[in-house]
């Protein structure tokens, strides 16, 4: 895996898809973080041997992805962060790029 201009960009657009994701539908978010978390517990921690076909080969691959998806797991809770540090008028303006209505920010 090669860090590209295009790979940073998909990694921030994911980031902020997956921000707007956590405050429309709760629910489908968490199902998908501990979905994510599992697999990539389970990948991590499994034994690599000869002749294993896998589609990420290397220990060193495991460990890039795993720093990817903590990146923007960062980023997404970062987003939130600065959601509630903002002033309200500035919340306001955040509120119209996603698209928020009162209430859904808990």
Same mark, same amino acid.
């Given at each position: 895996?090669?860090?590209?201009? *295009?790979?940073?960009? %998909?990694?921030? =657009?994911?980031?902020?898809? /997956?921000? @707007? /994701? ?7 978010? %968490?199902?998908?973080? #501990?979905?994510? %978390?599992?697999? %990539? ?7 690599? !041997?000869?002749?294993? $076909? *896998? ?9 890039? @992805? *795993?720093? &990817?998806?903590? =990146? #923007?797991? $960062?980023? #997404?809770? =970062?987003?939130?962060? &600065?959601?509630? !540090?903002?002033?309200?008028?500035? +919340? +306001?303006? @955040?509120? @119209? ?5 009162? =209430?859904?920010? &808990?």
């Amino acid at each position: 895996m090669e860090m590209t201009v *295009a790979s940073l960009i %998909g990694c921030v =657009g994911a980031a902020i898809l /997956l921000y @707007w /994701l956590r405050d429309r539908c709760r629910l489908v978010y %968490g199902m998908l973080e #501990i979905t994510v %978390g599992v697999i %990539g517990v389970s990948i991590l921690l499994r034994p690599l !041997g000869p002749g294993d $076909i *896998a589609i990420i080969t290397t220990r060193t691959e495991q460990l890039k @992805w *795993a720093a &990817v998806i903590a =990146g #923007i797991y $960062i980023m #997404i809770r =970062g987003m939130d962060n &600065v959601y509630h !540090g903002l002033s309200a008028q500035w +919340r +306001r303006r @955040w509120d @119209w790029v996603f698209h928020k209505t009162p =209430g859904h920010n &808990v």
